[in-house]
């Protein structure tokens, strides 16, 4: 109980700093040039030039700190030997570029990039299409949203139960082997199965996305003018060419959003590869690995190299969005 | 939409029917973990739970009293009990063999070695008899098939939170979460502010940054904010972690409130400043109120994200019983007690069950921010 009073402090302590920097500050400036009596008008030119800069300036700082400064001094240590401070040049990348482990984990990557994006957002679409069309649409919709709320490590263990094995002849208690049990199948231990593994990993990340991808598919659905659709019916389409022909082309930047989204999610992939093998059995992937060397390894130039990579592979999404945004504006 | 699928009812059923499947298909997983949450340890581990209201046979394997529980009855001794102790249940049959542990009903009388007799009764009641002293000190085996009630019991609940840790964990969690959560929305509130409505040279810039730090990898930032940490002093601590979120948090709540901020109309903006009022006084007296759903979309995104968070409580938290957030726990639970699926699933609907009230009773909320978020920003 003692560590929440602290806690509530905290925030009380917090909230109070923040507002008396903003306050204060302004107060300051209103002082150093105060906005009547002579040169007023200059005195405001000046204090409009720097308030600017008193708003932003907590949040530069804290940019600065926990963003820009990690990934100049990631570029330093990926340089450099374990314990950061020793020069040993390209090693590092020598070392990455040998290891079996790294492979791996950089195919395994590769594959939830193929698969989860293109699979949430088809069942997105799916249920999107679906709900708006049944009168319990918005509980349908509430319902497949939840999983968005659950931790990834929650989400594990509920999915961990689903998989669960028992030897043949044993009661399945795991719903997925019982269902195949049930049709005559052979039931197996899915999640130490080398390469089909990532995919039954790949469900629990699906699973949680849908939502995700159905909520943001289903306002671009409803943005569509009727006018489109009802057009086209008249023309004769039928519902699949209504939906190929009109619907879709006029959702392709939703689309993109969802699809960029949820790749870059994937790339940071971590806590269900962590909670249901620990990258056993070949389902090593990239956040995991380098965790690994981090907390296992204790190698931080092996470890800082390889959250690298996973920069290098956001980027291209990093440098789309930038740019979008200058043609928005 | 309706004129298009209205005309046929059959593809109505159809529409409705793959609707009932999909939400089924994404509720049974969560659905399985609450209803074994509540099941009795033992009947969990033996049957599946869509089996848990339905009555369980199980084959058991017992042990009748041990020989100092022994009394003299006429020429016999004599060893009573019943198999099921304090809980209820009915044999369906019982044995004495492994070989043949199905083979006699309930209530026979049957001989066993050396004039020994054993009977078990319907009810789980038993009757050793033996013309000479009984000598085992763990009892003899008693093979039983027997019929269980159901059984649901909050036990499982009271042992996490209590005996494995998880109560304290709760705590700790929270007292990561709500500075977390409050904290960065000042900060941001006020740069968005700046970033929307305020002139200032590299403005375009600071904007373009946020964006683009909206998807730098947190693995990136680990390494070097642990070095720094250790280098300040500030070490593993709730400081750290707070300020960490705070950090990791603000480009997104920067970009939610900029794009509303920015929604607002022009005009109240610019008769305040005619007005004669200050940047700052408008962003208090007429901003800040107005942007109160953004504020709160933010807020849930900003709580489920901090209170889900395994990565970032890992590496700037302590392992220790003061300072292992729930997820930390849960992921240890997984380690030591992997097999323990009523350890497993109790705790992790303790760990689900803040965030899923938020999301049903915020959804509003939380679905405006995502839309704000992605859809306009494109």
Request: glycine letters at 8%.
């Amino acid at each position: 109980m003692e560590q929440m009073l602290v806690a509530l402090f905290t925030v009380v302590v917090g909230v109070l700093g923040c507002i008396a920097y903003f306050v204060g500050s302004n107060l300051l400036l209103d002082v150093i040039y105060p906005t009547s009596g002579k040169n007023s008008n200059q005195n405001i030119q000046r204090s409009s030039a720097i308030r600017p800069w008193l708003f932003m300036g907590p949040a530069i700082v804290f940019l600065v700190i926990y963003l820009v400064y990690p990934v100049i001094n990631s570029i330093y240590l990926s340089f450099h030997g374990p314990s950061g401070k020793e020069f040993i040049g390209f090693k590092n990348y020598i070392w990455l570029a040998g290891d079996d482990k790294f492979r791996e984990s950089l195919f395994n990557n590769m594959l939830w990039l193929l698969v989860v994006p293109a699979a949430s957002t088809f069942f997105g679409l799916l249920a999107a299409t679906l709900t708006d069309r049944v009168s319990w649409g918005n509980i349908a919709k509430s319902l497949i949203f939840m999983p968005m709320a659950i931790s990834f490590i929650g989400a594990s263990i509920i999915w961990k139960f689903v998989y669960d094995y028992r030897g043949e002849g044993d009661d399945q208690i795991g719903i997925f082997n019982a269902v195949i049990v049930h049709f005559g199948g052979e039931p197996q231990a899915w999640i130490a199965m080398p390469f089909w593994n990532s995919f039954f990993l790949m469900i629990i990340l699906i699973w949680i996305q849908t939502g995700f991808a159905m909520v943001l598919l289903s306002a671009a659905l409803r943005g569509i003018p009727e006018e489109t659709i009802e057009a086209a019916i008249l023309d004769g389409a039928n519902p699949l060419q209504v939906f190929l022909k009109i619907q879709m082309p006029q959702m392709w930047n939703t689309i993109a959003v969802v699809w960029t989204t949820i790749t870059i999610l994937v790339l940071k992939v971590f806590d269900i590869v962590m909670a249901m093998t620990n990258g056993q059995w070949g389902s090593q992937v990239l956040a995991n690995y380098m965790f690994d060397w981090m907390f296992r390894g204790h190698d931080f130039g092996r470890s800082a190299t390889i959250a690298l990579v996973i920069m290098v592979l956001v980027l291209p999404v990093m440098v789309w969005n930038v740019r979008n945004l200058k043609n928005e504006n | 939409m309706d004129s298009i699928v209205g005309k046929s009812s059959a593809l109505t059923w159809a529409v409705n029917i793959s609707v009932v499947l999909l939400v089924l298909l994404w509720t049974i997983p969560t659905f399985g973990l609450l209803v074994s949450s509540v099941r009795d340890k033992d009947q969990l581990v033996s049957s599946g739970w869509w089996t848990s209201f339905s009555k369980v046979e199980r084959n058991l394997i017992k042990r009748s009293a041990p020989a100092s529980e022994q009394s003299k009855v006429d020429d016999l001794y004599v060893l009573t009990g019943n198999v099921f102790g304090d809980k209820k249940g009915v044999v369906t049959a019982f044995g004495w063999r492994s070989q043949d542990p199905m083979a006699f009903i309930p209530g026979d009388s049957v001989p066993l070695r050396k004039g020994k007799m054993l009977q078990i009764n319907a009810d789980g009641s038993y009757l050793l008899t033996s013309p000479i002293p009984f000598t085992s000190k763990r009892g003899s085996r008693l093979f039983v098939t027997s019929i269980e009630e159901p059984i649901f019991t909050l036990n499982n609940y009271s042992e996490v939170l209590f005996a494995e840790g998880l109560g304290k964990s709760f705590l700790n969690t929270m007292t990561v979460t709500i500075p977390a959560t409050i904290i960065p929305i000042l900060i941001a509130a006020f740069a968005a502010y700046a970033l929307a409505w305020m002139e200032f040279p590299g403005r375009a810039i600071f904007l373009a940054m946020v964006v683009g730090l909206l998807v730098v990898p947190l693995q990136m930032s680990l390494i070097p904010l642990l070095k720094l940490y250790t280098d300040v002093g500030i070490g593993k601590s709730y400081l750290g972690i707070w300020l960490a979120h705070t950090g990791f948090g603000l480009p997104l709540a920067i970009y939610l409130l900029r794009n509303y901020i920015a929604g607002l109309p022009r005009e109240i903006i610019e008769s305040a400043r005619v007005d004669g009022a200050n940047e700052f006084m408008i962003f208090v007296k007429i901003i800040l109120p107005l942007t109160f759903p953004a504020l709160a979309s933010f807020a849930i995104f900003q709580f489920l994200w901090v209170w889900n968070d395994l990565l970032i409580a890992t590496v700037f938290l302590g392992n220790n019983e003061e300072q292992l957030v729930m997820t930390g726990r849960l992921r240890e639970l997984l380690g030591s007690r992997g097999g323990n699926w009523e350890i497993l699933t109790a705790s992790a609907f303790v760990s689900i069950f803040v965030p899923l009230m938020v999301f049903f009773s915020l959804q509003k909320y939380l679905v405006r921010g995502l839309l704000s978020g992605s859809v306009k920003g494109g």
